[in-house]
């Protein structure tokens, strides 16, 4: 087992850290995440309060993300050839402070409400991941293609198609990264960046969401985004197979 990857999975398994309010789990809300081959084995729970998002609600993501492949410094999260390629999935918790008492992602009249589910996907890449990794303002380009809605079981869905900005970048170029980032992810590789991709490229991805009210202003959420390439969209169709079994019964 390689430094990096070890020191991958010492940082998701400690987490949340101490003193993250983890309301999913002190409401009793389960959030599994299966681990398919080529994941990296280890589930994060990352909490962000609405002081900190500067968005009406608190936050849990809880995500596992391409495994560290055999010599690299870095997970698949940063390989451009690889389906894992700028892939997280797992499951969102939101608690709403919506002034009108509602749980995110629903309207007034209790209608689901695509837009607001994807404020917490284009923030979760743009700022909490991509930003975090050290990705300037001016290239958080997440923007959305196409959503089509519909429904399993007692689950709103979502086959969404978006361009996201990418993971990738060189080191020197990094704005003010947040280092314990580096810890979970490991180091990207710059010479994948050799034959000209810019750091933080904008990438097409395609994948799947599913939500519903899981309690008081509360919103569950579950799903996953990954290239749309015919080997991510493999990869993907591989991870939602996973995931309905523990969500949709």
């Given amino acids: 087992m390689g430094l990096q990857r070890e020191l ?11 003193g993250r309010d983890d309301f999913l789990t002190h409401a009793g809300v389960a959030t599994p995440v299966p681990t398919v081959p080529g994941s990296l084995g280890e589930v994060a729970r990352e909490c962000f309060d609405a002081f900190k998002l500067k ?11 391409g495994d560290f492949p055999a010599g690299a410094s870095g997970s698949s999260y940063f ?15 939101i608690r709403s402070y919506k002034a009108d008492g509602g749980a995110w992602g629903f309207t007034t009249q209790g209608h689901p409400d695509i837009n607001e589910m994807l404020q917490v ?3 979760d890449y743009d700022y909490l991941t991509a930003g975090e990794l050290g990705c300037p303002p001016a290239r958080m380009c997440f923007q959305t293609l196409s959503v089509e809605l519909g429904r399993e079981g007692d689950w709103h869905t979502a086959d969404v198609t978006c361009v996201v900005p990418s993971g990738l970048h060189r080191l ?9 980032y580096y810890a979970a992810f490991g180091l990207p590789d710059a010479r994948h960046l050799d034959a000209g991709r810019p750091s933080y490229e904008p990438v097409r991805m395609r994948g799947h969401l599913a939500w519903k009210p899981v309690g008081e202003r509360l919103t569950l959420a579950w799903g996953g985004l990954f290239p749309d390439t015919p080997e991510g969209q493999a990869l993907r169709l ?6 309905v079994p523990l969500y949709v019964r």
Avoid: C, I, K
Wanted: net charge negative.
């Fill in 8 to 18: 991958a999975l010492l940082a998701m398994r400690g987490t949340p850290l101490p």
């Fill in 55 to 65: 968005h009406p609600f608190d936050l849990v993501v809880v995500f596992t993300l």
């Fill in 79 to 93: 390989d451009p050839e690889s389906p894992w390629y700028n892939v997280f999935y797992g499951a969102y918790g």
């Fill in 121 to 123: 996907v284009r923030l």
């Fill in 172 to 180: 020197a170029e990094a704005q003010a990264p947040d280092l314990t």
């Fill in 238 to 243: 591989r991870v939602r197979a996973a995931q």
